[in-house]
């Protein structure tokens, strides 16, 4: 049944102050509050994932600084025309591998050979790159609750060209 006449406005009039009494919709204590709660869920949202966004980007950058360092100090390497100077030319390519991603003083390199003479035609040179990469924005204070840095490590093997060497 339907409230029609002056029954009607009279319980559509007492409707609409019960629900201002008790803060429903059109109350004057709620106006505004929704874009001060957008507000403060988006900053409690985009600040996790800003940081997460960085974190992610060194640790890449890291992966590729340790990979390009492996691959170029193996190359380096096996093209030595002097088997002394083999090592010191691997470590000067891994530096600048390291340094263009941004870790001038955070990689290293470690060459293994399957036999020896390491240049032997044939041979195989295997070059292990490490590269600490450290945390962004994360004070020192917290290094026994959170790990200041995550190690990276790739590794590449090269053959040394069957007609080169020695």
Do not use: K
Not at 52 to 69: H, I, K, N, P
Request: proline share 7%; charged share 15%.
């Amino acid at each position: 049944m339907i409230a029609t006449g002056w029954s009607g406005r009279r319980l559509t009039v007492r409707f609409r102050t019960r629900l201002q009494q008790i803060g429903g919709p059109g109350s004057a204590v709620q106006t505004g509050s929704a874009i001060v709660e957008f507000v403060f869920l988006a900053v409690l949202m985009m600040v996790p994932l800003f940081y997460l966004v960085m974190v992610l980007a060194r640790v890449q950058a890291g992966a590729y600084g340790a990979s390009t360092a492996a691959r170029e100090a193996g190359r380096a390497y096996v093209t030595a025309q002097v088997p002394a100077l083999a090592p010191q030319r691997a470590h000067s390519a891994a530096r600048l591998a390291f340094a263009d991603q941004g870790f001038d003083h955070e990689g290293t390199i470690e060459i293994g050979c399957d036999g020896t003479p390491c240049l032997r035609p044939a041979g195989r040179v295997r070059i292990t790159a490490t590269v600490s990469v450290p945390m962004p924005l994360v004070p020192a204070f917290f290094s026994g609750i959170v790990p200041m840095q995550v190690p990276v490590t790739a590794t590449h093997v090269v053959t040394v060209d069957r007609f080169g060497g020695q």
